[in-house]
């Protein structure tokens, strides 16, 4: 009996996170990856040059077709889609498609979500998970369909979150834990064994939109512990941050929750060398890496050699 043929898949995935799910599926001889969807190159830096997606990087260095539509709905490029006369798309952190784009496949399209679905569904699945102070989180395979992230589920993978997880290192964790659920998840289409399990949603789902700029701000009428988490979500980026009282902007990347009360919500407390802390409507963040606006980033002593404690008088 002849082996079947290797699955035709079409790629789409734009950040680093994508890329080790297009690794595994380079590697794994069951599928031929036929071309790499992402996003245009978009100038960057001070000198505006073009800079390149970190998966396009990664296909260019494969051989890989590249396609880099500025418009999903254009016949023109459609047809050209069409043209690779792929079995599956695999998507991971790319944007959303039209149904015509999605349901081109004759298998479909599947996604990689960065959460266990339905919880947390949106643009910032790990960035939430952490700010709502949650100890697990995962990643989930799902069929694309209509709206955005309800697809019927494949599989789903369980990722425990550590205290002194951050959105870096998390973001780690589930790239790698998404490539093998990915893989794993096609191997299945392939054999013709994946499930497809309706999501149920129920009244406590939490959403992850997009980040705003003002989410990052430090409010100190939320608790300490609130504030903390919201802390280790945005750090290393985009980073929580707060005003100092002559208006300069400081950027937190690692603080901790407090018990202590004894202060004014919104003063600072600081010994000028080792500790600065700012007091909220619940205990005190103790912030220990910071960086100010025109500086490095540093540990907190490191910043107050350099700083006029004194200055600290007023409410932030």
């Known amino acids: 009996m002849p082996e079947p043929s290797p699955l035709r898949i079409i790629f789409m995935g734009t950040p680093e996170f994508a890329v080790a799910t297009l690794d595994a599926l380079v590697q794994w001889p069951g599928c031929e990856v036929v071309a790499v969807l992402t996003a245009p190159d978009k100038p960057a830096g001070r000198g505006q040059q073009l800079h390149e997606s970190a998966v396009k990087k990664a296909a260019v260095a494969y051989g890989l077709p590249v396609l880099q539509p500025t418009n999903l709905k254009s016949p023109e490029f459609q047809a050209e889609l069409r043209a690779y006369a792929a079995d599956l798309q695999v998507v991971v952190a790319f944007r959303m498609l039209p149904e015509a784009v999605w349901n081109m496949p004759r298998l479909g399209s599947i996604n990689i979500h960065a959460s266990l679905l339905p919880q947390y569904r949106g643009a910032a699945p790990i960035n939430w998970a952490l700010i709502h102070g949650e100890t697990q989180t995962g990643v989930t395979s799902f069929f694309l369909r209509h709206e955005i992230d309800t697809g019927d589920l494949i599989f789903q993978d369980v990722v425990?979150?550590?205290?002194?997880?951050?959105?870096?290192?998390?973001?780690?964790?589930?790239?790698?834990?998404?490539?093998?659920?990915?893989?794993?998840?096609?191997?299945?289409?392939?054999?013709?064994?994946?499930?497809?399990?309706?999501?149920?949603?129920?009244?406590?789902?939490?959403p992850a939109p997009k980040l705003q700029k003002e989410t990052g701000r430090l409010d100190v009428a939320q608790s300490a512990t609130r504030l903390a988490n919201l802390v280790r979500g945005l750090s290393p980026f985009p980073t929580a941050f707060t005003q100092l009282p002559d208006g300069r902007t400081l950027k937190v990347f690692r603080a901790k929750a407090l018990p202590e009360t004894a202060a004014r919500p919104g003063s600072w407390l600081t010994d000028g060398r080792t500790y600065l802390r700012l007091a909220a409507c619940e205990g005190q963040l103790d912030l220990l890496d910071v960086q100010l606006e025109g500086k490095k980033r540093m540990p907190v002593a490191d910043f107050l050699r350099g700083f006029n404690a004194a200055s600290l008088t007023t409410q932030a």
């Open 160 to 206: 425990p979150i550590d205290e002194d997880d951050d959105f870096g290192s998390l973001y780690e964790k589930l790239r790698q834990t998404g490539a093998a659920l990915a893989l794993r998840s096609v191997q299945a289409i392939a054999a013709g064994t994946a499930p497809s399990i309706p999501q149920v949603n129920s009244a406590e789902l939490r």
